[in-house]
């Protein structure tokens, strides 16, 4: 009789907290959009920008919409982060669409604007993204170039956790 109920139980509580993590989303969503109406137009890139986040898992074209609103408010003003995070999160709608050739373009255009800032870790990241959008092309040649200039660059900073990424990501094509 006891082991018929541990299913069950685990059942429940997964059913349980999936019902809290949906709501909780919702709460997100909402409140975004709430601030959204009640908030100046240069404040609305970064809503937008978190927008596009929340709801990417869910629904990447909605994710690609907000943050094509993100990067026009950006423009507009000149935001440089929100420009940034705008740029990526396209890219990373793109990326779930399995559209990897767009992702690519949206990838690089983040690392040109953070080069400059020397942000070790994002143009890390961001290379490694790159990587595995040509991985998913089948650009191998591509896709390790820019897995090696994730590791030179986690290796110049110290990075292990970064290195021991791109040692896995260069295995995995090699």
Known sequence: MIKSTKP?????????????????????????????????????????NELSVVVLAENAETSLSYAGKALELSDEFELKK???????????????????????EY????????????NTDLITTFNTKIGHCE?????YKNAVHNYQ???????????????????NNLGILL
């Open 8 to 48: 069950i139980i685990f059942l429940y509580l997964l059913l349980i907290f999936s019902v809290d993590f949906t709501f909780a989303q919702k709460t997100k969503i909402d409140s975004l959009n709430q601030q959204l109406i009640s908030t100046g137009k240069i404040a609305k890139a970064s809503i937008y």
């Open 82 to 104: 929100d420009k940034i995070n705008a740029l990526y999160n396209i890219a990373e709608a793109y990326f779930e669409l399995s559209r990897y050739q767009p992702a690519i």
């Open 107 to 118: 990838y690089q255009k983040a690392l040109g604007e953070i080069v400059e800032s020397k």
């Open 135 to 139: 991985k998913n092309l089948s650009n």
């Open 149 to 167: 200039e994730a590791l030179t660059l986690s290796i110049s900073e110290g990075n292990e956790l970064q290195q021991i990424m791109s040692y």
